[in-house]
């Protein structure tokens, strides 16, 4: 069985940053494809950023350019660097492994 621990999320102030963290717990287990997607009560779950195990990266257009995800292999950690974050970047981040395991969300709050 594998878990997804998520970390890092909590309050911040606008135009500041956060990193989340996430890891997958019990089996071993090395995702290939690494997902963040962000979720606002009321509307659909987005896609944020995602990166595959060659390396490859891509981002959600409103995220493109402050947002930076990342691995650490070490670790068996994925990474999102979140910079000046906006009002709109609150929501509740769920990280997504090899597009089965989801984790329980960390929610991330940018006040104005």
């Known amino acids: 069985q594998v878990q997804v621990v998520e970390s890092g999320g909590g309050l911040v102030q606008v135009g500041g940053s956060l990193r989340l963290s996430c890891a997958p717990s019990?089996?071993?287990?090395?995702?290939?494809?690494m997902d963040w997607f962000r979720e606002v009560p009321g509307k659909g779950r987005e896609f944020v950023a995602g990166?595959?195990?060659?390396?490859?990266?891509r981002y959600g257009d409103s995220v493109r350019g402050r947002f930076t995800i990342s691995r650490d292999d070490g670790k068996n950690t994925v990474y999102l660097q979140m910079n000046s974050l906006k009002p709109e970047d609150t929501a509740v981040y769920y990280c997504?492994?090899?597009?089965?395991?989801w984790g329980q969300g960390t929610q991330v709050t940018v006040s104005s």
């Open positions: 990166l595959t195990g060659k390396g490859a990266t």
């Open positions: 997504n492994l090899d597009q089965v395991f």
């Open positions: 019990g089996r071993t287990f090395t995702p290939y494809f």
